[in-house]
């Protein structure tokens, strides 16, 4: 039994930063690649970042490469994901996943 805790959405201006965490308890998986999805109000949940257990690789949707970097603590049991250069379109509900392990969420949002 594995639980998933995502934090540090809000509000921000485009340009702005915000660094979310994602927290693992319980019976951790430590064989799969940990990832963050997203999803906009109508539209499909998509793919943003991923990386492995190790922390030694890592990959980007096209539409946040260079712009977003995931990273881990595994001491600490977690994930992290540095939002930089936000848009309007980065604005979102950001999940952590964890194989078939999802977390509640938290809302990004960015305006202009």
């Known amino acids: 039994q594995e639980q998933l805790a995502e934090s540090g959405g809000g509000l921000a201006q485009a340009g702005g930063s915000l660094r979310l965490s994602c927290v693992a308890s319980?019976?951790?998986?430590?064989?799969?690649?940990m990832g963050w999805y997203r999803q906009a109000p109508g539209k499909e949940r998509e793919f943003v970042a991923q990386?492995?257990?190790?922390?030694?690789?890592?990959h980007y949707a096209e539409s946040v490469k260079g712009r977003f970097t995931i990273s881990k603590d595994n001491a600490k049991n977690t994930v992290y994901l540095q939002m930089n250069n936000l848009k309007p379109d980065d604005t979102a509900i950001y999940y952590c996943?964890?194989?078939?392990?999802w977390g509640q969420g938290t809302q990004v949002t960015v305006s202009s």
């Open positions: 996943n964890d194989a078939l392990i």
């Open positions: 319980g019976d951790i998986f430590r064989t799969y690649d």
């Open positions: 990386i492995t257990w190790s922390g030694g690789a890592t």
